[in-house]
């Protein structure tokens, strides 16, 4: 559910690119899905809570994140949207882009984005309209086509690369989801951004980490709840029906780098490797020590394996 060109509901996607780099940069561009804040303050556009995180790498990526206008349709409006900027930039080399999973934002990419950086790549870390911490005042659609359209509007893609983390691309929309009755889409999403359920989905998704971590990553995981638009454009992108690409999986030709965490207790490797066999061009790499997320509690692994990839 993660990338520039969200594949379904991959968790993460990332992407070679080699065209106009839309909003962000006119030059080639790779796209994925180290303190470099010093003592800087918060954006003033993130929820306060922030100051409660203790995580120092989702600090620090916090107070690195920009908005940056993105035009929407055939008009002139444009949306503020949220991404963090590499420290260098050049016109030699090719950017790295990072999309983030359904319902989170880039802080995703707390852990492994200073490896990517260090490791010499350009990394972009981009929020996914409807999610993260781009300014929706104006309650723009959050649907799927939606999404898809700001995402080119940020980058104009020409994709030569994948990176795909776990195969959650087989979710097959919102299901019955998407014929809810308005007030009860509304009132499910609340229960979704409630504090014991994100715990929960924590505790299941990553592998050995201490419980007081947990609770820290949980308050990083639902910071972008916390903004007044989240339950219009959460219950917008579910009425549209979701991602539901499984139909489509077979049609990527490009080279794709499918990595799994070793310890993934949400989705099966059944499907990794399924989703092996339905593209043509795919190498798996499993991440040891590692649950769902593997970028966020093994980030060494999985920045060793983009570089190298990249």
């Known amino acids: 559910m993660n990338t520039a060109l969200k594949l379904g509901s991959l968790p993460v996607m990332g992407i070679n690119v080699t065209k106009n ?4 940069k006119a030059s080639k561009v790779k796209v994925f ?12 556009f993130l929820p306060k809570e922030v100051e ?12 690195r994140m920009k908005r940056l206008p993105v035009q929407i349709g055939k008009s002139e409006s444009c949306i503020m949207s949220s991404c963090v900027k590499p420290l260098r930039q050049s016109n030699k080399t090719s950017p790295v882009v990072l999309l983030h999973c359904f319902d989170s934002s880039c802080l995703e990419w707390r852990c492994t984005y200073p490896l990517l950086e260090e490791a010499g ?20 659609p959050c649907d799927v086509a939606s999404k898809r359209h700001h995402l080119y509007q940020v ?21 019955d989801l998407a014929k809810l009755p308005e007030l009860v889409a509304y009132a499910g999403v609340s229960f979704l951004k409630s504090l014991p359920l994100r715990f929960y989905a ?13 609770l820290d990553w949980t308050n990083v995981g639902r910071l972008h709840c916390l903004l007044p638009w ?20 077979k049609l990527l030709k490009h080279k794709t780098l499918i990595i799994c965490g070793q310890h993934d207790q949400i989705v099966s490797y059944q499907h990794v490797v399924k989703l092996h066999s339905e593209l043509s061009n795919a190498i798996i790499r499993e991440v040891s020590d590692s649950g769902h997320l593997p970028h966020v509690d093994n980030p060494k692994g999985v920045a060793k394996l983009i570089v190298d990839f990249a």
Do not use: H
């Open 33 to 44: 899905a180290v303190d470099g804040a010093g003592d800087a303050e918060f954006p003033s």
């Open 121 to 140: 790549l350009e990394a972009w870390a981009v929020d996914v309209l409807g999610w993260g911490f781009s300014d929706l005042e104006t309650r723009s």
């Open 202 to 214: 924590n505790m299941v998704a990553f592998n050995g980490i201490p419980f007081f971590t947990i």
């Open 230 to 249: 989240w339950r219009d454009a959460t219950v917008s992108f579910m009425l549209s029906g979701g991602y539901n690409v499984i139909s489509q999986i």
């Open 155 to 175: 980058c104009s893609l020409q994709v030569e690369k994948l990176v795909l983390i776990n195969p959650s691309v087989y979710a097959e929309g919102t299901g």
């Open 52 to 63: 409660k995180i203790k995580d120092p790498f989702a600090r620090s990526l916090s107070k």
């Open 21 to 24: 780099y839309g909003s962000l």
